[in-house]
């Protein structure tokens, strides 16, 4: 089967975008970008600290910035999605945790606001019992709020 066009393009920027940004994080593009530097300043007497001597960096170095900025940031989302998945795995995979919390990425920002209060009660109350084995999850609220439904009845 075929893959689209898109899908090949986007291969391929994912592929390059990869090897852009091992290659960026490298001793060797440091030393080249300090190198450049380097030849940058002994050219300024040459040049006699012209404008046009100056913008060539602050060209550069502006471009160089704008398209990092959009690899780094493709290969920050492609590591955050794998982070993500290997958590809901260890989350689905777990007795005892709650299978909820799967996708909890996808939450608005009050709903994991109100998770992280129900995560600090649970610290505070692991701090106060006496098992220190003893788990808790995301299903002991659900557990609690339906006890405390049917007190009320």
Not at 3 to 28: C, E, M, P, Y
Not at 56 to 71: H, K, R
Request: glycine share 2%.
């Amino acid at each position: 089967m075929k893959k689209k066009l898109s899908q090949k393009i986007n291969d391929r920027f994912d592929s390059f975008a990869h090897k852009a940004t091992v290659f960026t994080g490298s001793s060797a593009a440091f030393s080249i970008a300090f190198l450049v530097i380097i030849i940058w300043i002994i050219s300024g007497p040459v040049f006699n600290f012209s404008d046009t001597w100056q913008l060539v960096i602050n060209t550069g170095t502006t471009i160089i910035t704008f398209l990092m900025v959009f690899l780094i940031q493709r290969s920050q989302n492609k590591e955050s999605l794998a982070v993500q998945l290997k958590l809901n795995e260890l989350v689905a995979s777990s007795n005892g945790a709650s299978n909820r919390l799967i996708d909890v990425e996808d939450l608005t920002q009050a709903e994991l606001e109100h998770l992280h209060k129900f995560y600090i009660k649970l610290a505070k109350k692991a701090e106060t019992e006496a098992n220190l084995k003893q788990t808790h999850s995301v299903e002991d609220e659900s557990i609690e709020k339906a006890s405390a439904r049917k007190k009320k009845k």
